[in-house]
């Protein structure tokens, strides 16, 4: 999902902003797609790239935030190297989320929306993955994971960890 | 020989290893020197059988599950590749109980062919629907949809037949439709799996319901939870673009129609229609105030069709074979069939496609063999987040539209959440006020501040703080959200809640103090 810092250093943000643009167009509906070309880049909207968005796309700087901070996704500063949304909604509830949360929070130590301190992790919440037969899910970089239980979770997390 | 096995690629599948399980039997069959095919397809939609792998053979397609990586040299062991006896075999897989007393119109391709590859879909009596659309025209098309009796499977149950009309009849220079993939209600998975499974059925949806209204362009707004589901929906349009089913010649026919997706960013109100329209438009997911209504002004202000993945999916099969046909299953306002989803505390989880009239508990335990815990069943969530908490003396009721109102309950999308005798309702309670807390979208102040304070007032009933006040201050809260919202996210929180405290009351006397949910 994050990239290198290499890479990073090949990409400015704000080339990615600009290569998004001719692609999806100089209109305000390009938005979206612009904020989400961003983060699956670098995990986070950077926001030397709005007064950038905001111009290309005939918008004010305020409207441009408005909208990256109404939506529960986009983040604007960057996450650990991996991400984990823990399903907290119904179906994940009825088989035992709260419980697989307390170990979640207290494995890595942190809380929903921060990231542990060497910056491996973050840790979210999310309602639904779709995996409510399947449940309790977590969702890792972007896979879901079905009938998570303490074991599972730290194998789970054993193995991205592992890499970074 | 060549051996054909099949291996979902469905995201809950994924989720329990169906792509290790597909990994080692590449690996198995590559050390054996034997020669396979590897199909991934969607899930049928037994979940606890999940992974399960299929093997072609001459009388039929064996199936074999839940398997592991740590099961695959033994089931090459017992020759499963010509369906030979092994404890993990099943049987022929649509001959199982589960999948053989449903009706599945909408969901009869989805796990059985390979969703990307548009031979199986047209062998499989793919674009019969589409091909009849055109052959009729505009106005017999919108009529089969009307005379079908099928109603938006999104949640409000709105006809959509005569939604169709309304915009074919509308004057703008351009017309819209969207489909809402985005899927928000918690407990719901029938449109991943749809779009995981067979997105072609979508697209054909998606393409009779422009041609009728007279659109040329459709949008798929998807929610961002759904990655796999993105992948697989993204390569279908590409091959249906490249076999000319999109494009400017859709079948060599004057008919001009392309699709787009476009992805959420994680805000549940964006499902409600007016907001997700917002949304597309690149603004805060803000509900607009009806009317207009969106088939009058829609996108960009134009006329616009929304509806959710189901309904579109269950366009094809009305068209191929007729109103009549449709409109034959299920019983009074509500016909034709509903794709059930089981979750949560639940021994066979998945999904039950059955026409509108079996009763919740024929589905909670002849199809989903009681809860998963083993221990009684005490409440049952319907229509995702924002439906009623039902007890047991209400299991009777038969899953249709109206049934459900006369319970003061909803189907919404057909989700179905189980929770033993374990849970704490009033806890569910104060979940689904911080839930409403958490996505409402601003707008209006019944919603709004309703919401933070249903929450500060729970606790207090919680924390035994004057309890009789408390819990008619709950009451009235409710009320003015229900009267004051201008949409049905918090006008319909208070239907989890005042049945939470209604059928349950005791979860809401004197206890210990609890931990917030
Ligand atoms: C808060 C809220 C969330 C909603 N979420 C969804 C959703 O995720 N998917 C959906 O199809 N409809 C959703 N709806 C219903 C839509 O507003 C709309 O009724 C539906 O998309 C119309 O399609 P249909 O007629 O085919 O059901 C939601 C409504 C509200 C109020
Ligand atoms: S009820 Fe809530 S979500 Fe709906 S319009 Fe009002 S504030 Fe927005
Ligand atoms: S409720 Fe957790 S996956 Fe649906």
Redesign the pocket.
Known sequence: MTSSSAAVLQDPPRDVAAAAIAREGHRRDALLPVLHALQDRFGHVPAETIPFIAKALNLSRADVHGVVSFYHEFRTAPPGRHIVRLCLAEACQAMGAPALRAHVEQTLGVGMHETTSDGTVTLEPVYCLGNCACAPSVMIDGETHGRVTAERFDALLAEPRGRS | MNHTIYIPLDTSARSLGADAVAAAISAQAASRGVTIRIVRTGSRGAFWLEPLVEVATPSGRIAYGPVQPGDVAALFDCNFLTGGPHPLRLGIAAELDFFRRQERLTFQRVGVIDPLSLEDYLAAGGFRGLDQALAIGRARTLTEVIESGG????????P?GL?WRTAHDAPGADKYLVC?A????SGTFS?RMLLEGDPFTLIEGMLIAGYAIGAAKGYIYLRSEYPNAERVLAAAIAAAERHGYLGRRVSTTDFAFEIEIRRGAGA??C???TA?LESIEGRRGQVRAKPPLPALQGLFGQPTV????I??ASVPAILAHGAEYYRDYGVGRSRGTLPFQLGGNIRYGGLVEKAFGLTLRELLYDFGGGSASGRPIRAVQVGGP?GAYLPETLFDTPLDYESFAGVSAMLG?GGIVVFDDTVDMARLARFAMSFCAHESCGKCTPCRIGAVRGVEVIDRILGDRDRPAAIALLRDLCDTMTQGSL???GGLTPLPVLSALEHFPEDFAIRPRTHAA
């Open positions: 109603r938006g499977r999104g949640g409000a149950a709105f959509t939604k809402n985005d899927e928000g209600d449109d549940y109100v499902g409600e229609e997700l929304v509806n959710n993945v309904s579109l924002l999308h949409c049905a996210l």
